[in-house]
């Protein structure tokens, strides 16, 4: 492998400098006396980013899949109903454990570069009068096509249905980088991982759950060992964990937990928009579109970019790679072929999203596409440009 100057995929994402020092320790006695010293602060500060106060968080050595299925097996019985729309390579991937796992799956398949369908979903909840579904599940970001889902109106959806089921979101690709409430949009779970906003190597699953949700744990009769949140929470209390946790990790996730509150979490937030936003406005200088068919669903952390008719977006990314030394996302699934991704999340700054468009530029024309050089740069810039007083956290 080559070196690269860039990594632009959305996720694993840049590993600060502070958070590599961080890890660069030997490996410690997870027993120590003082570990819950490191720990227990861990577990609080989680519960900052995903804005809960009443909610307890969790962490596995896993990856954002594990806490799919931590979420759903320490919660759901055999068999339950849940509802879920697919509209995305990992919103598909979430509704396929869930078939996998034995629950009653409903799910609304909505064209890729749309987001959760929430009016479809208040219908199917209002006339759902017994209530037999138990969870419903969302995609706040779904990576693949790069669009944000509106969970604030979904959670007004059940309300105003008088549903009591269960609000399970998927935030890997959201948490820590797109503003999610999880008590003001009464979540009972989020799910996400420490390779995207949080700035680490893959390695954790980051979940935090409601108390409902730990109410409903009491009577959750699924098989479950490795996830078992009452071992979990039986050894976490005091600051340990019921096996050998990634000790490393877990120094890594202080360091970037640290930067995240220095800059500011609302900070983050308004920093990741800003660099979206560059990004879209140079798509736009191209001539091209998104994925997300609507403003509404334009993500912060990703852009996919449908690449003109006759050009190949894997081989767009391949060039970019190959000859350019930048890493972006491909196309997956059912968008293979057809869009590339840019990841813009993470300690990332506006000169290192320049030199990706700049990039890009050359991959797209090497491939066939017309376009003019500098046009989606220079987009970007001027847009950048406005807002100069925005210091980036690329350390
Ligand atoms: N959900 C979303 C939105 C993702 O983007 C990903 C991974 O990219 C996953 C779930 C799966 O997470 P992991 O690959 O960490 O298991």
Redesign the pocket.
Known sequence: MQHHTGLFI??PTNIPDPVRRAMNLPMEDMRAPDFPELTLPLFRDLKRVFKTETGQAFIYPA????G?EAVLTNTLNPGDKVLIATFGQ?SL??ADMCRRLGFDTVVVDRPWGEGVPVEAFADILARDGTHRIRAVLA?H????TGVTSDIAGLRRALDAAGHPALLYV?G??SVASIDLRMDEWGLDAV?S?S??GFMLP?GL?IVAVSQKALEAHRSSKFPRCFFSFEDMMRTNKDGYFPYTPATTLLRGLRASLDLLFAEGLENVFTRHHHLAEGVRRAVTAWGLTLCAREPKWHSDTVSAIVVPEGVDSTQVARQAYHRYGVSFGIGLNKVAGRVFRIGHLGALNEPMLLGALGAAEMALADCGARIAFGSGVAAAQSHYASRSNLTAAAA
Not at 141 to 144: D, F, G, S
């Open positions: 959305p996720g990856s954002g899949t594990g799919w990992f991937l979430w995609t970001n779904e990576t693949a998927d890997v690709s799910v991982g390779q995207k893959t699953a």
